[in-house]
Structure formats: C-alpha cells, structure tokens
C-alpha cells in the first residue's frame, strides 16, 4: 500500500478481554516496528520483526503481549487479559531494512475501561 | 546500547523567534540519527536525518539539525517559528543494521502569537 495502514483506529474495551491490533506495512519493507506511546510519554520500543522472525522482543511489558508477523507482511500484536495501564496508543512503523527511516502508521488508540 | 535523551520535555517560543530542541544521544557504533514531528492525533512524520557525510542536514519545514559527534547531539534549530510548527518532536538513534530504533521522550513545542 502506499503507507502503513493500522485497524482499528480506535479500540475500546473491557478490562480483562483480549484485543488484536493489525498493522498492514508497505509493501516490500521488510522490517516492522511496535511502539506504545502513553499519554505524555515518548514512544516505548515494544517489538522488531525482520522478516517473520522477531529477534528483539525485549521491550514487551508483559507474557499478555504478543505479537506475530506472517508472509514477511501484515503483523498483529495481541494482548491478553487487558489491563486499564495498557490504555495507550500503539504505533507500527516499517522500514525497507532495519536502521533506517521508518515510516509510522496513524496509530490504534487503545482505551480499557 | 544506544539511547537518547532529549531536553526539556516543553519548549515555548514566541512567533518569528528561533527554534532550538535539544538532543543528545548514547552509541557504541557511527549512529544513524533522526528527527520526527507528531501533530496532534496523527503518526510520526520524519523531519530530517542524519547517516553519514555531511554533519549539517537540511529537513522538510525550514528545519536543519547539525551532528556533532565530539559532543554527541543532534539538536535541532529553525531561524524563525511558525504557529504551524506547534506539534511534538522526537529524535531517534539506531545503526546501521542495527534492531530497532530509539526515541527519546519527546519535546513539546508550543508557538506562542
């Protein structure tokens, strides 16, 4: 596509159901970036994925997150048993290897009630 | 280990009046550096970057950062302030093949008439 596309926009749920946050990179761009910006925070570096392999997963807070990425492309971060701190906004960014520019998509705006 | 530390988390400047936001960084390796603004509910856009040559790099807006390796920053200035230029600014460091990029806690800048 012609930026990366993140579903949903918006997501608000309750505590203690999981969610699935999708990321679509652009196309050809083989490395995948999540971040989580809290309000007033800077951007938390959660997961990186070259290809299908993720080989730093260090920044995820907790075993309820995970997150995969299929056919060198579309990624989803899952988590597990929401929690009201894990209210935030999830941000995916691609890039065409890793080091270089990446390219953010809008962002889904998580909200746990 | 790479990290960025960034000074002040608001900045007020006055229309007309110069921008600078400060930036210093932390690398073992030649660093890839960058700059992004975020306005309000949108993703990050890439300002400006550094990767090698010359120190002094011209960004989009009016915008130019100048590395200094000898005192580890990237600051980033603009002669003359827009009320457009009102958003969030974050500086990045990674490397090249390097996992993932790292932001710092991000500046608010604030443009006042």
């Known amino acids: 596509g012609a930026g990366v596309s993140q579903s949903p926009s918006n997501k608000v749920t309750e505590k203690g159901k999981d969610v699935e946050l999708r990321c679509d990179p652009i196309?050809?761009?083989?490395?995948l970036y999540w971040y989580r910006q809290s309000l007033g925070q800077g951007l938390e570096f959660l997961i990186y994925f070259q290809g299908n392999s993720a080989p730093d997963k260090s920044g995820l807070p907790s075993d309820r997150f995970s997150a995969e990425r299929t056919g060198g492309s579309v990624s989803t971060l899952t988590i597990q048993r929401t929690q009201q701190e894990d209210s935030a906004v999830y941000l995916c960014a691609s890039s065409t290897y890793s080091g270089v520019e990446a390219f953010f998509g809008q962002g889904t705006r998580l909200t746990v009630v | 280990a790479q990290s960025v530390t960034q000074l002040g988390s608001h900045v007020s400047v006055s229309e007309g009046a110069l921008v600078l936001l400060r930036c210093n960084y932390s690398s073992s390796v030649p660093p890839y550096l960058f700059w992004y603004v975020q306005y309000p509910n949108q993703g990050l856009q890439l300002l400006l970057k550094?990767?090698?040559?010359?120190?002094l790099v011209k960004g989009i807006n009016g915008f130019e950062a100048e590395f200094k390796k000898s005192e580890t920053s990237f600051h980033l200035t603009k002669p003359s302030a827009h009320m457009s230029d009102a958003a969030e600014y974050f500086c990045?460091?990674?490397?090249?093949?390097?996992?993932?990029?790292?932001f710092g806690a991000g500046t608010r800048l604030f443009v006042k008439a």
């Open positions: 990045a460091v990674s490397s090249p093949g390097g996992f993932k990029t790292i």
């Open positions: 550094y990767t090698t040559g010359a120190t």
């Open positions: 196309s050809g761009h083989t490395a």
